[in-house]
């Protein structure tokens, strides 16, 4: 079977958690704090687990012996683990640590050998490259001049795009591009026109610029110039309530007689 290497991957907030900064608050808090992650390490022998083999009196006494800790701080660290759901006691005498399973890793030796001998590779590339560049100067001063030559060509393309950002804020001639207005943001409309709207339909400037932009949203239609179908449907309007002119009013009322 290929021989495998365990470790702990402690979490970068792993001495902020509550539970650890109480155990380190404690008396003799750091000791505690060590023979916690000692046990953990002792553990990953035996998948994650520790075993009470009856070697001592008891569990304490005897993880105090593997560990060549004071068996009494064992006992208080054990208590402390127990009373804060960090270890739990199943059958036969086995004890889980519950963090463990999520902060270990582990690889086998093959495994190890690869990256190594990949480090090491990768180590002697740039060292090659390094050297490369001692020993040809004018090749490097070369390849500066070219990645220089190539970075003046990305600012100047940052430059140009940003100039075309700009643009596509203005309209023809330079000047500010239509706004969108109404309640779908679907009605554009210059400041000129917007100022002209107001000063012509002074009370009805806003109802007309919603009804344009309800109609676009639920037909679908488009329009050349949004002011000037505003215009026209105002005008409509106005036409329909106006009295037609060359036709007699016959109306009458109840109380007149024929």
């Known amino acids: 079977m290929a021989k495998r290497y365990y470790w702990l991957k ?92 999520t902060i270990i890793g582990s690889e086998t030796a093959s495994a190890m050998r690869v990256r190594e001998h990949r480090e090491r590779k990768k180590q002697a590339d740039t060292e090659g490259r390094l050297l490369q560049c001692n020993t040809n100067e004018t090749g490097c001063n070369n390849l500066k001049q070219i990645c220089s030559v190539e970075r003046d060509k990305e600012r100047d393309k940052e430059i140009e795009r940003d100039k075309e950002l700009e643009k596509e804020g203005e309209g023809e001639n330079g000047t500010p591009a239509p706004a969108a207005y109404g309640r779908f943001n679907n009605v ?38 949004h002011a000037a179908t505003i215009y026209k449907w105002a005008q409509e309007d106005t036409d329909k309530t106006a009295p037609k002119k060359g036709i007699p009013d016959y109306s009458y009322s109840e109380e007149d007689s024929l």
């Not at 400041?191 to 007309?208: H, I, R, T, V």
């Open 10 to 101: 402690l979490k970068a907030d792993w001495f902020s958690d509550k539970r650890i900064k109480k155990l380190r608050s404690i008396a003799g808090g750091d000791t505690h704090t060590i023979i916690y992650l000692k046990m953990m390490l002792l553990s990953l022998k035996d998948e994650r687990k520790l075993y009470f083999e009856g070697v001592e009196d008891n569990f304490a006494s005897e993880i105090a012996l593997a560990l060549d800790e004071d068996a009494e701080n064992v006992n208080l660290t054990l208590a402390f683990l127990q009373r804060h759901g960090l270890i739990e006691i199943g059958d036969d005498d086995e004890y889980q640590l519950t963090e463990v399973p």
């Open 188 to 225: 554009f409309l210059s400041d000129a026109e917007l100022d002209g709207l107001k000063s012509e339909l002074p009370d009805k400037w806003e109802y007309y610029i919603d009804r344009l932009s309800l109609h676009i949203a639920s037909s679908g239609k488009q329009y050349n110039n």
